[in-house]
């Protein structure tokens, strides 16, 4: 079956970076979509990004656009979510899923933007 797994995540300060993980497996990963969905404290999840691993092809949501960037490592079966210029509104629980209401999503990485 899907799993995914998640790291990466930690506490950083408004304006700087940090780069996710998702490590997959269970399914054949060069044909697959691949969601990035967040959880802030005390909401429901958002949608943040997600990729088509076939062809590499990206989405963001809007909060996001400009900022962050999806990736995929295809050898290592591996989604990646490159986050620049973090704000606290980013903060979150931060999940790699099999669509944007978290279906399989892992344990998550907690974001936290704070100075």
């Known amino acids: 079956q899907v799993q995914l797994a998640e790291s990466g995540g930690g506490l950083v300060q408004p304006g700087g970076s940090l780069r996710l993980a998702c490590a997959t497996s269970g399914f054949t990963f060069s044909n697959y979509r691949i969601f990035w969905v967040r959880q802030p404290p005390g909401k429901g999840l958002e949608w943040v990004s997600l990729i088509n691993t076939a062809d590499g092809e990206t989405y963001y949501a809007n909060p996001v656009k400009g900022r962050f960037t999806i990736s995929r490592d295809n050898a290592k079966n591996t989604v990646y979510l490159q986050m620049h210029n973090l704000k606290s509104e980013d903060t979150a629980m931060y999940y790699c899923?099999?669509?944007?209401?978290?279906?399989?999503r892992g344990q998550g990485t907690q974001v936290t933007v704070s100075s």
């Open positions: 899923a099999e669509d944007q209401v978290g279906t399989s």
